[in-house]
């Protein structure tokens, strides 16, 4: 599938079947969210599987939005160890979980593993109730798994504002 295509037909899954990703699949997962570019190389990411029953239980504590995945990606970051844009307004951190984060849900769908990007809880709860390291921070979860029968894209994925809406040549 070229990427064209694969971002054409990429959506959120919001009903999986329960099936457990093929561990084979779900390294080659990991492994485009390790090779992901982020600020000075710091690669201040953290990516926590959870799949044990009791991880999947905290999470859905958490969240209503696991719909049936078997497995959800943590992907935080080390507050600690980010870099600090000029001017002190930002730091990396964000933004470099977020291509990490982008770069696995993209992996998944190129090897036919569904995922939903899941914001809908509160990052301080959970990581207390995972017991996460001091410093990390949760930007999102990543559902991964096949979807349902009859599952398919929301009514309105299909609808993008035109390029002259969101473009600005300057």
Same mark, same amino acid.
């Given at each position: 599938?070229?990427?064209?295509?694969?971002?054409?037909?990429?959506?959120?899954?919001? =009903?999986?079947?329960? *099936?457990?990703?093929?561990?084979?699949?779900?390294?080659?997962? #990991?492994?485009?969210? *390790?090779?992901?570019?982020?600020?000075?190389?710091?690669?201040?990411?953290?990516?926590?599987? #959870?799949?044990?029953?009791?991880?999947?239980? =905290?999470?859905?504590?958490?969240?209503?939005? *696991?719909?049936?995945?078997?497995?959800?990606? #943590?992907?935080?970051?080390?507050?600690?160890?980010?870099? /600090?844009?000029?001017?002190?307004?930002?730091?990396?951190?964000?933004?470099? !979980?977020?291509?990490?984060?982008?770069?696995?849900?993209?992996?998944?769908?190129?090897?036919?593993?569904?995922?939903?990007?899941?914001?809908?809880?509160?990052?301080?709860?959970?990581?207390?109730?995972?017991?996460?390291?001091?410093?990390?921070?949760?930007?999102? !979860?990543?559902?991964?798994?096949?979807?349902?029968?009859?599952? =398919?894209?929301? !009514?309105?994925?299909?609808?993008?504002?035109?390029?002259?809406? /969101?473009?600005?040549?300057?």
């Amino acid at each position: 599938m070229d990427f064209m295509q694969l971002a054409r037909e990429r959506y959120s899954c919001k =009903k999986f079947d329960g *099936r457990k990703v093929d561990e084979s699949l779900l390294q080659q997962i #990991l492994e485009a969210g *390790r090779l992901a570019p982020t600020a000075k190389n710091l690669q201040e990411q953290h990516v926590y599987i #959870l799949e044990s029953a009791d991880a999947l239980a =905290k999470f859905d504590g958490a969240s209503p939005c *696991r719909y049936g995945a078997s497995t959800v990606l #943590l992907v935080a970051f080390d507050s600690e160890n980010v870099f /600090t844009y000029p001017g002190n307004a930002h730091d990396s951190g964000v933004e470099d !979980a977020a291509i990490v984060a982008t770069h696995m849900m993209l992996a998944a769908k190129s090897l036919g593993v569904d995922s939903c990007w899941v914001n809908f809880f509160d990052p301080d709860a959970l990581a207390a109730t995972l017991a996460l390291p001091k410093g990390e921070i949760i930007l999102m !979860a990543l559902d991964l798994g096949y979807p349902a029968e009859g599952t =398919k894209p929301l !009514a309105n994925h299909g609808n993008r504002k035109a390029l002259e809406e /969101t473009v600005t040549r300057l």
